[in-house]
């Protein structure tokens, strides 16, 4: 931490807790109507505020992990930006009137999102709260059908901005039909993977709409806050706006710090080999077991001898075929794309040929078709119990499968997700 950095964390300690909240122009006005209020909404939005600032005043808020109250004991502050919505953009787009004045750009449009950004780089409040006129963010504008709710965003700290992003002076430039790199990932709700994002502006829209809004707010989140996005006036603002933390499924977007995983905080990019040597010595323990419960009931081992011969090919197709999808998975993304490098750090290709292009899972299919050809080979001989040990050791591999399906990121899934705004 640089001695500037050092003071103005003191500074901000000193100052106590902030809550930033966005009030969206497209929320608090009709956007589409000339100079046209939305009084429901602000109605709304104003009892909100006053309501959370009684409880800031009162108590000194509470910290977005559930910890106790401001710094020393400090009152928390509310901060409140407005978007100008119908009042600005219409009269902006059409008489090319300046909101501000800058030294680079001479007479400019100066985005709310963007002050918001420049607000949480002094305030560093732990929530930012962006009400809006819709539930949150989108895969592709929610007018549009099919179209889903993205329940989170996770912020790598190392980011990629693209031209057309926010600028560090406090513009942005965009192009009609831009892709950035914004080092996010972006979930659904049911915890899928989004890929891609589509969004849109409003050809009045001089800020930028949703685009620069995900810019920044991502800005905001390397900060080491918390972006909320929720519907103005919708049953989830409360909650956005909230210094706590969030109930579950509660309706909106939140735009938070990739945490790293403390296996990779603790072993670097050594992670992926101490993972797979346990896995190794799990391998062992395993073979061991079964030997040991194979002697315990049938102390005379194995007569390979009486082995029927259609055991043996059973055994060899099986463990042939098993053999087969374990080398090749090996040789097409590696040993960290095998032992979890995709979430330890690594950058693993994805690989749509062989082995992955004949089943899922291969290496699971692999590892099963590999016990089947031992269970197989042995059969004959074996003493009661087999099957089950099988079953419970194939019923394992399933569930892993399962498990990295539904909570783990797939190795296909790029890096940064395409970010396509367009106007309409």
């Known amino acids: 931490m640089t001695p500037s950095q050092a003071a103005q964390q003191q500074q901000t300690q000193q100052q106590g807790l902030a809550i930033v909240v966005k009030l969206g122009g497209a929320a608090i006005t009709h956007k589409q109507q000339h100079e046209a209020l939305n009084a429901e909404v602000l109605h709304a939005c104003a009892a909100l505020l006053a309501a959370l600032h009684t409880q800031l005043s009162g108590d000194g808020g509470a910290d977005a992990t559930g910890g106790g109250g401001s710094s020393r004991g400090v009152p928390a502050r509310l901060v409140v930006v407005h978007g100008a919505g119908s009042f600005g953009h219409q009269t902006a787009a059409a008489a090319g009137v300046a909101a501000v004045l800058d030294t680079g750009l001479g007479c400019t449009i100066l985005s709310g999102d963007t002050v918001v950004r420049r607000l949480c ?33 996770e912020v790598e700290g190392d980011g990629v901005e693209a031209d057309g992003n926010a600028r560090g002076d406090g513009s942005s430039s965009r192009t009609g039909a831009d892709e950035a790199r914004l080092g996010c990932r972006a979930f659904a709700a049911d915890g899928g993977v989004v890929d891609s994002l589509r969004t849109s502006a409003a050809t009045h829209d001089t800020t930028g709409g949703v685009a620069i809004k995900i810019r920044e707010a991502a800005a905001v989140a390397r900060l080491g806050g918390e972006v909320r996005i929720a519907r103005a006036g919708g049953p989830a603002a409360a909650a956005a706006c909230a210094p706590t933390p969030l109930p579950p499924c509660w309706g909106g977007t939140v735009v938070r710090l990739q945490q790293p995983l403390q296996w990779h905080a603790w072993f670097g990019k050594n992670g992926c080999r101490v993972f797979e040597g346990l896995a190794w010595l799990l391998k062992v323990f395993q073979a061991l077991a079964v030997a040991y419960w194979w002697l ?3 102390p005379s081992g194995i007569d390979f001898g009486a082995v029927p011969p259609t055991a043996w090919a059973a055994a060899a197709l099986l463990g042939g075929i098993g053999q087969l999808l374990n080398v090749s ?96």
């Open 329 to 424: 998975i090996f040789r097409a993304i590696g040993h960290p794309g095998v032992y979890y490098g995709f979430i330890l750090g690594h950058e693993i290709p994805w690989h749509t040929g062989f082995p992955f292009n004949v089943c899922p899972h291969p290496q699971y299919v692999g590892s099963v078709a590999t016990v089947l050809g031992g269970a197989a080979l042995v059969w004959s001989q074996a003493p009661v119990g087999l099957g089950m040990l099988v079953t419970y050791w194939t019923l394992l591999y399933v569930l892993t499968g399962i498990q990295e399906d539904c909570f783990y990121v797939p190795q296909n899934t790029p890096k940064y997700f395409k970010l396509a705004d367009a106007k309409k």
């Open 121 to 153: 780089q002094h305030l560093q409040p732990p929530v930012v709260a962006f009400l809006t006129n819709v539930d949150g963010i989108y895969d592709r504008p929610p007018e549009q059908p099919g179209a889903q709710l993205i329940a989170r965003l």
């Open 296 to 298: 315990l009931r049938r």
